[in-house]
Each structure stands twice: as structure tokens, then as C-alpha cells.
């Protein structure tokens, strides 16, 4: 290779990996909430969970469209404010008749004082403290801001898992819980705050449906099947039967 070919190769791949290094500029008080952040603070972080246990009476379904609801309009706002100080986030969701029982939770990992900030916008919701006066949120639990010592990027993963996968997993299920956000925006469109509960359950059961019909219709293909592409079409061990 000549000089000048050598010369203009390298201009070529500079330019390239300054352009792929630039940051987006992010205008008006939009943040998108699936760009994962990385802090430059030297504060600690740490998982923070927040659980909102859901009324689930006897002989009953669980009520899975209010996990909706609290996705959407309570952690959502949260999100688009402290998302540059939140390396990880996701959402768990379970129903079980246990002690835990039905049980929506929002899990992040940031420093204390974020944390502390994100429980305070919780707990002041115009919408959970109306959820919890009609009966809906049992109770909402927040950890302890000052006995907290999961500090490991793997410390929620399951430890039946290999160390690889417990370290990788967070980036991934964030990837999941976000695009379920999306999809949950989507088929609400505009969100108003209103005190008609009833109303606003009615909305979220309705984007339930849509999304479940998106899921059993569209899955095989946009999620398991470009999935199983990443890791090279190989076949999966199946432990126990499992339901898709």
C-alpha cells in the first residue's frame, strides 16, 4: 500500500470512530429511557427496588393490566427524569398465592441519593396515592436507603446462573422491560391524568389485550426468532416444559 492510500486509509477510520463516539443531543425534557447511561460519578451504586403489592382477593385472577398502569403512568415520569443517573433499570412482574402475592416491581440500579429522590416521586404520586385509597395498591415497599449492600452488577440476577450470564443479564432484560414500555405508549397514545379510576384501568386492560395479541400473533418471529438469531441458530437445552 502506498503512502497516500495509507494516509487516507487512516483519516477514513478516524472519521469513522469519531462519528460512532459523538453523544445524541437530547433537546426539550424528553430523555430516552432505553439509552443505558454510564456514571462518571464516583458515588456508589447500588439495586434499589420498588414494589407495589397489588390487592388480589380471593378465588380471583390477578389484575394483570394495573402492572400497566404503574409502568406507565407512575415509573415512566420517573424515568424521563433521572435517566442519565440510572445505569440498569427493569420491571418484574408476578403473581403468586404467597406472601408476596401479586406484585409489581421496578428495579434499578443508581447511588443513594438518586435512589432517595426516586422513592420521594413515588411516594408523592397523585395516581399511587388514588390507587392505594381505592384499594387497588396494597402497600408500596421501598428498601432501606441506608442498609443497602447490593452493589454488584450481578447481586439481582438468579445465582443459579452462570457468572457470564449473571453479569450480562441486566443490560439485556432492560432492552425487554423497555420495549414493553414502548409498547404500552403506544397503545395508549397521549396519556392525561384523570381521577376517574375506572376510566384509566378501562384504558390499560384495553392496551393489555392489544399487546398480549402482539405477543401470541408476532413473537415467534420478532422476538424468540431474531433472539436465537444473536447466538448463532444453536439449539436450546429445554429443562422443563415452558410456556411462550
Request: charged residues 20%; glycine residues 4%.
Amino acid at each position: 500500500m502506498s503512502k497516500t492510500r495509507l494516509t487516507l486509509s487512516l483519516i477514513i477510520f478516524c472519521s469513522l470512530i469519531s462519528g460512532c463516539a459523538t453523544q445524541t443531543v437530547v433537546t426539550g425534557e424528553s430523555i430516552d429511557i432505553g439509552t443505558a447511561y454510564i456514571s462518571e460519578s464516583d458515588k456508589t451504586q447500588y439495586w434499589w427496588y420498588a414494589r407495589f403489592r397489588l390487592v388480589w382477593t380471593p378465588d380471583t385472577e390477578p389484575d394483570f393490566p394495573v402492572d400497566l398502569l404503574l409502568a406507565d403512568a407512575i415509573v415512566k415520569p420517573v424515568l424521563h427524569t433521572y435517566r442519565q443517573n440510572i445505569k440498569y433499570w427493569r420491571f418484574h412482574r408476578r403473581a403468586a398465592r404467597d406472601n408476596a402475592g401479586h406484585q409489581f416491581s421496578f428495579i434499578f440500579f443508581t447511588d443513594k441519593d438518586t435512589a432517595g429522590n426516586i422513592y420521594r416521586s413515588i411516594l408523592n404520586d397523585q395516581i399511587a396515592n388514588q390507587l392505594k385509597r381505592e384499594n387497588i395498591i396494597q402497600e408500596i415497599i421501598l428498601d432501606d436507603l441506608n442498609s443497602n449492600l447490593l452493589t454488584d452488577i450481578k447481586d439481582t440476577s438468579d445465582k443459579n446462573w452462570s457468572l457470564a450470564i449473571q453479569k450480562a443479564w441486566p443490560a439485556y432484560i432492560m432492552g425487554v422491560s423497555n420495549m414493553w414500555l414502548q409498547l404500552i405508549e403506544q397503545e395508549i397514545g397521549v396519556y392525561n391524568r384523570t381521577d376517574d379510576t375506572n376510566a384509566l384501568l378501562n384504558a390499560y386492560r384495553m392496551a393489555s389485550q392489544q399487546i398480549t395479541q402482539l405477543w401470541q400473533t408476532e413473537a415467534q418471529h420478532a422476538f424468540l426468532h431474531h433472539l436465537n438469531a444473536i447466538f448463532g441458530y444453536e439449539p436450546v437445552i429445554i429443562n422443563k416444559a415452558i410456556q411462550f
